[in-house]
């Protein structure tokens, strides 16, 4: 067996302590003799897991008790529907911002369920920065102001927040824990799990407890949050293993020193490979830096003509999945928590070596 470095945006690489862990409990959880995957989800045993993933993310984001903790499933595909369809229940409009591809598809879907104010975007200088986030003309009435501060494909993130008294509901399936945030300037925060956290399967949903009133009575039993809050995130039966995966992912990242220690490492990986490509003629990044993202680092080659050798060369050293997205081309490394220093080093080094080659 032999593990590379893997650069996917998502499904994306998981914490190698936490997928021992998971394989040496595989058949025999906590002496039950049976699998996680085998457990009842109303069972004693997965409710302590579940318990467990609740406690461990309010302590790794300070998550007060302002909030409720929810594991939604569909991906965060679906709460582009879901959100629309229970917060802006009474109301007329929501605001979006658009600062790439996951919030543009974001706005698609919502516009089937209310009229989106588009407050800013930057599609007409193709996503390479962010809209002055102090001057948005956004609409006090509004449902809620969404927004995506880390654009995985585009490769764009932001950390300031509009100055609103409108609910922020954000799409973080990206940067969640990734970085320190203040849970408590926000409605809502959600994020899809494949990316940061753990395997597919599971939505984390972080909102705040005033916003379950407006989840309406005619949506969908599994679609609301009030309902999905009020039955701890089990309406019907959870995508238990995902959710136990989130858990030991949880766990390692408190064995990590948590939330601050993450950003610091992840600074300095992302400050490492920007820094390697703005000292190359051979490699670019268009994104301008103070919106570069520290998890998805997209990168094109000044020679077109050898991205396919590039990739060819890259597989075979270990380095995997670091094809851009079909819709943009050229490269992305993503290095999310789980990427090491060590695999961010053995990128540059691959990538200063096949410039020298080829350059
Ligand atoms: C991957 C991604 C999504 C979509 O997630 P699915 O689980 O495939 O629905 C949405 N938003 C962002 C920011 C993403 O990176």
Not at 70 to 99: E, M, R, V
Not at 303 to 329: I, M, P
Request: aromatic share 8%; charged share 20%; with cysteine.
């Amino acid at each position: 067996m032999s593990r590379v470095y893997n650069f996917c945006s998502g499904p994306a690489a998981l914490p190698e302590a936490v997928l021992k862990k998971a394989q040496a409990e595989m058949l025999d959880w906590h002496g039950t003799g049976v699998s996680v995957m085998e457990m009842s989800h109303r069972s004693t045993e997965f409710m302590s897991i579940l318990a467990s993933a609740k406690a461990r993310l309010a302590r790794l984001l300070n998550i007060n008790d302002d909030y409720e903790i929810l594991f939604a499933q569909g991906g965060a595909s679906t709460l582009f529907s879901q959100i629309p369809a229970n917060l802006a229940n009474g109301y007329d409009s929501a605001c979006y911002l658009d600062t790439g591809v996951w919030s543009t598809k974001a706005i698609k879907e919502a516009k089937k369920y209310l009229d989106v104010n588009l407050v800013g975007s930057s599609k007409d200088v193709n996503y390479i920065t962010v809209p002055n986030l102090d001057t948005l003309p956004l609409d006090e009435s509004a449902a809620y102001l969404h927004i995506c501060p880390n654009e995985t494909i585009g490769g764009v993130e932001f950390s300031g927040l509009p100055k609103t008294d409108l609910p922020i509901v954000a799409d973080l399936s990206s940067t969640i824990l990734s970085r320190k945030i203040d849970v408590s300037q926000y409605g809502m925060i959600y994020a899809g799990a494949q990316k940061n956290v753990g395997p597919a399967g599971v939505v984390i949903c972080i909102i705040r407890k005033d916003l379950l009133a407006r989840s309406g009575d005619n949506l969908p039993s599994t679609w609301s949050f009030a309902n999905l809050a009020a039955n701890d995130s089990m309406i019907n039966t959870p995508p238990t293993f995902a959710i136990y995966l989130a858990d030991l992912v949880f766990e390692w990242l408190e064995e990590q020193g948590g939330v601050d220690a993450m950003e610091a490492v992840n600074i300095q990986k992302a400050k490492a490979l920007y820094d390697f490509i703005d000292s190359s003629d051979f490699y670019a990044n268009p994104i301008e830096p103070a919106y570069r993202s520290r998890m998805n680092v997209p990168f094109t080659l000044a020679d077109k003509s050898l991205e396919s050798l590039f990739l060819e060369e890259s597989e075979a050293a270990g380095l995997r999945t670091l094809a851009g997205h079909r819709s943009v081309g050229g490269m992305r490394a993503s290095i999310y928590n789980a990427m090491p220093m060590e695999g961010v080093l053995a990128l540059i080094d691959f990538m200063s070596a096949f410039e020298k080659r080829h350059g």
